[in-house]
């Protein structure tokens, strides 16, 4: 949020205001827990886009300063041969690490609003290229664990990032890593 004022700060406030009913439609963590048994997810549906919209940079303004987030892998993850996400990878995601580790051994799926964020230092470049980003949104895609996909790219780096692919291309792939609810990356 810090990294991109002015030019969209009205956009970004939207949004927090967006995310904020989305979270009080899931109840929250401590407060009103009655609310979590009250069926909001059609509220959160109409009222979260599902969208991931371009703000600065052609980036979704959530996943802002995600560098600094948990980092799912180690060590980065090597391009290989027809790779979906060419490059050099990191994924980092917003939940904890004991979310994470929750999901590796099965024993839950990530919480809703938890965003996943790939990104990618294509072979030739000493840029990120590419920003694959996974995000829950509660109520959106019940069969596919209600992520939202979207997948950015650039060419150069000061280009802006502009989505290539969504959805059902990404699903399809990532349906081999539904018991660790659609991710590949492991924690460690
Ligand atoms: C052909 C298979 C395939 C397709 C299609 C695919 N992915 Fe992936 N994705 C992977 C694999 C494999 C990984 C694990 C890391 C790696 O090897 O790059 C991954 C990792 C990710 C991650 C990091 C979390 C995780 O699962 O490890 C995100 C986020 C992601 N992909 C988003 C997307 C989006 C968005 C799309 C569609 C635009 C997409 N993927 C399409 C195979 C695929």
């Known amino acids: 949020m810090r990294r991109f004022t002015t030019p969209t700060a009205l956009f970004a406030a939207s949004l927090t205001l967006l995310l904020a009913l989305v979270v009080l439609g899931c109840g929250g963590d401590d407060d009103g827990g009655a609310d979590s048994t009250a069926t909001p997810e059609s509220e959160a549906v109409t009222e979260s886009p599902g969208d991931l919209e371009p703000l600065a940079d052609g980036l979704p303004e959530e ?6 987030w948990t980092k799912l892998n180690t060590e980065p993850i090597p391009p290989k041969a ?3 996400h060419l490059g050099e990878k990191d994924v980092f995601t917003n939940a904890t690490p004991a979310e994470a580790e929750a999901v590796d051994s099965g024993a839950e799926p990530y919480p809703d609003g938890t965003i996943i964020v790939k990104s990618a230092v294509r ?5 990120i290229g590419l920003i ?9 895609d019940p069969q596919h664990n209600d992520w939202e996909w979207v997948e950015y790219t ?3 780096a000061d280009s802006g990032f502009e989505v290539i692919a969504r959805d059902a291309v990404c699903w399809t792939c990532h349906e081999v890593a539904k018991p660790t609810d659609y991710v590949y ?3 460690g």
């Not at 996943?63 to 600094?68: C, E, L, P, R």
């Not at 072979?123 to 840029?127: L, M, N, R, S, V």
């Open 63 to 68: 996943i802002s300063g995600f560098g600094a």
């Open 82 to 84: 027809a790779d979906p």
């Open 123 to 127: 072979p030739d470049g000493d840029f």
């Open 132 to 140: 694959a980003v996974m995000r829950k949104v509660r109520g959106l």
């Open 154 to 156: 650039r060419d150069s």
């Open 185 to 187: 990356t492991r924690r």
